[in-house]
């Protein structure tokens, strides 16, 4: 639904829409991207399709693949990383 939104919003047929990486989609042969967040009101306007296509498993870029945390991260879990707001006002 956020494809077909996009192909509305660049009057183009949704197959020359692609995703990218992250929150966005593009048209094939054009530079301008749009967030998903941009495109999620009038996808909901759109009726919901009875018959979707599922990606195969094998096709998944992130699912079931191991994350790595971020730097930032690293030791909150554990309570060795204090946040900006545990800290706020202290002098070091």
């Known amino acids: 639904m956020l494809v077909t939104a996009a192909a509305q919003r660049w ?6 829409c692609h995703r990218g990486k992250g929150c966005r989609l593009a048209p094939t042969h054009r530079p301008p991207s749009v967030g998903y967040g941009k495109l999620v009101d009038a996808a909901a306007k759109l009726p919901v399709p ?7 498993a094998a096709d998944f870029k992130l699912i079931g693949k191991p994350a790595s945390a ?3 991260s690293r030791g909150q879990g ?11 006002g202290r002098r070091r």
């Open 11 to 16: 009057n183009r047929d949704a197959s020359t």
């Open 50 to 56: 009875e018959n979707v296509a599922l990606k195969a």
């Open 70 to 72: 971020s730097d930032d």
């Open 78 to 88: 554990h309570g060795q990383v204090r946040s900006s707001a545990s800290t706020a």
